[in-house]
C-alpha cells in the first residue's frame, strides 16, 4: 500500500506469512527493487518491464470486470480518503494533522465503468503488524510531497474525475 517507489511502497509481509513483518532486509529490497534494476542495467535502463507488466496486470483486471460484469479485486493509486481515514489509528498521529494525501495505493473492486470501491483504512489496517503502521505513519509525509509534485501535471482538482 503507499506510492509508487521507495519508502513510499509498505509491503503487507503480514498478509503474506507473519513471519515476514519483521524482515527489514526484504522489505528494503522490495521498496527499491526498481533502483536494483537500474544499478543492474549499469544506468543502461529502467524497470520499465515491470512496469509495463504490472500496467498489463491491471489492464486484464479491467477487462475481466467489464466482460463479467465487476466485482474484480486488484490494487490501484487512487484518489481517496484512505489518509484521512488511517490518520487517527496510526502511531505518532496523537495531536498531528494528517498529511495531505489526496491519492493512495490500495485494494480497489473494479466494475465495467472502473474502479467503483476502494478498501476502506479500517479494513487495510487491520491486522497489520505495528511496524507495517509505523513505515505507513512514516511514509506519509514524502508521499505527500511527492503528490503535490505529481498534482502539478495534472487537471485541476475539479476537472478529475469523482473521489471514490
Do not use: N, Y
Amino acid at each position: 500500500v503507499g506510492g509508487h517507489s521507495g519508502t513510499t511502497i509498505v509491503p503487507l509481509l503480514s498478509r503474506v506469512d507473519a513471519g515476514l513483518a519483521g524482515d527489514d532486509a526484504l522489505v528494503h529490497r522490495i521498496q527499491f527493487a526498481g533502483d536494483e534494476v537500474v544499478q543492474a542495467k549499469q544506468g543502461a535502463g529502467s524497470a520499465t518491464l515491470s512496469m509495463a507488466h504490472s500496467a498489463g496486470v491491471f489492464v486484464a483486471k479491467l477487462l475481466e470486470a467489464r466482460g463479467g460484469g465487476g466485482g474484480v479485486a486488484t490494487t490501484a493509486f487512487v484518489d481517496c480518503d484512505f489518509v484521512a481515514e488511517a490518520w487517527p489509528a496510526l502511531p505518532g498521529s496523537e495531536g498531528a494533522a494528517a498529511p495531505h494525501c489526496p491519492f493512495f495505493a490500495t485494494e480497489v473492486t473494479v466494475g465495467p465503468e472502473g474502479v467503483t470501491a476502494a478498501k476502506g483504512a479500517a479494513e487495510v489496517l487491520e491486522g497489520l503488524s505495528a511496524g507495517e503502521k509505523e513505515m505507513i505513519a512514516a511514509m506519509l509525509p514524502k508521499l505527500a510531497e511527492t503528490e503535490q509534485k505529481g498534482l502539478r501535471f495534472q487537471p485541476a482538482p475539479e476537472e478529475r474525475p469523482g473521489k471514490l
